[in-house]
């Protein structure tokens, strides 16, 4: 029972939500499925765990993720509804309930996606990604895990970017890298690098990544440990990927290349100028 109620909430309210089922869990918080009691709507709560609760850096930390997301409104970026902390020093954010599978899963289960829908999923994931970039603000954790795959009122997949849990305001105090943050095997090299100024072309780079993945069903990297992968993101050049899958064409290849350039040569300098190019590559053949 403990799995399925990590913190013993199920039946419980936190202010006006009550919490119905476990939804899964984070690095430092656990997500519910709750209703509202007098809307009666269904909305997903994250709840910041109490263990993390009595830091006043985590709070603060917890707190600025639903103040850089709730900045963000864009379709394809799950939007916040509320952010709040009981009298028992429950410390929670409410979030949109959104029925669907995370892009890891999909992965997981069925492998590499056709170039097609790797490019309108990409369209989306990317115009996601220049809209935080818009407002100065960097995810520093794109990967499939928070990328959710939804299905629309019109039947279509469509996308919502999730956790933007360590995203950073970019201004002068923040442009420097102080600590490695992200999940490793998406990470770019510059987040890898302590001192290193961290741009939104860190963000690119993870986007090259999950590009890699989805057209190939492969990491560019893959390690035994954390500094081997460290090493990897640093210094290594990524397996070709029409090596992995020859269907690919070369044009697509060098499109994902390219976002995975390190620098000082760079990557694409935007998210849209990315999601352009493979656009455009995508249909030479």
């Given at each position: 029972m403990a799995k399925r109620d990590p913190l013993g909430l199920i039946g419980e309210k936190l202010n006006r939500y009550r919490i119905e089922e476990f939804a899964g869990r984070g690095g430092m918080s656990v997500v519910y499925r709750a209703r509202h009691e007098i809307g009666q709507y269904v909305v997903a709560v994250?709840?910041?765990?109490?263990?993390?609760?009595?830091?006043?850096?985590?709070?603060?930390?917890?707190?600025?993720?639903?103040?850089?997301?709730?900045?963000?409104?864009?379709?394809?970026?799950?939007?916040?509804?509320?952010?709040?902390?009981?009298?028992?020093?429950?410390?929670?954010?409410?979030?949109?309930?959104?029925?669907?599978?995370?892009?890891?899963?999909?992965?997981?289960?069925?492998?590499?996606?056709?170039?097609?829908?790797?490019?309108?999923?990409?369209?989306?994931?990317?115009?996601?990604?220049?809209?935080?970039?818009?407002?100065?603000?960097?995810?520093?954790?794109?990967?499939?895990?928070?990328?959710?795959?939804?299905?629309?009122?019109?039947?279509?997949?469509?996308?919502?970017?999730?956790?933007?849990?360590?995203?950073?305001?970019l201004d002068a105090t923040l442009g420097i890298n102080t600590q490695v943050s992200g999940t490793y095997y998406y990470t770019s090299p510059e987040q890898l690098t302590r001192g290193a100024a961290i741009d939104r072309r860190a963000d690119i780079y993870s986007l090259g990544v999950v590009l890699y993945q989805m057209l190939t069903g492969e990491k560019p990297f893959e390690a035994d440990s954390m500094w081997e992968m460290i090493k990897l993101h640093c210094e290594a050049s990524p397996r070709p990927l029409r090596e992995v899958n020859p269907a690919i064409p070369q044009a697509v290849e060098d499109v994902v290349l390219k976002a995975l350039a390190k620098k000082p040569a760079g990557p694409y300098q935007s998210a849209t100028e990315l999601a352009r190019g493979f656009r455009n590559a995508a249909y030479i053949h």
């Open positions: 994250k709840v910041l765990d109490p263990e993390l609760a009595g830091d006043p850096k985590m709070v603060s930390s917890f707190l600025a993720e639903a103040r850089n997301t709730a900045a963000l409104r864009h379709p394809s970026i799950i939007r916040i509804n509320d952010v709040d902390q009981t009298e028992e020093g429950w410390a929670y954010l409410v979030m949109e309930w959104l029925d669907g599978r995370t892009l890891y899963d999909e992965l997981k289960e069925h492998g590499r996606l056709s170039i097609e829908r790797a490019s309108r999923l990409l369209d989306q994931i990317c115009a996601a990604v220049e809209h935080a970039h818009g407002k100065n603000v960097i995810h520093r954790d794109l990967k499939p895990g928070n990328i959710m795959l939804v299905t629309d009122e019109f039947e279509e997949e469509t996308i919502r970017m999730l956790d933007f849990g360590i995203a950073k305001v």
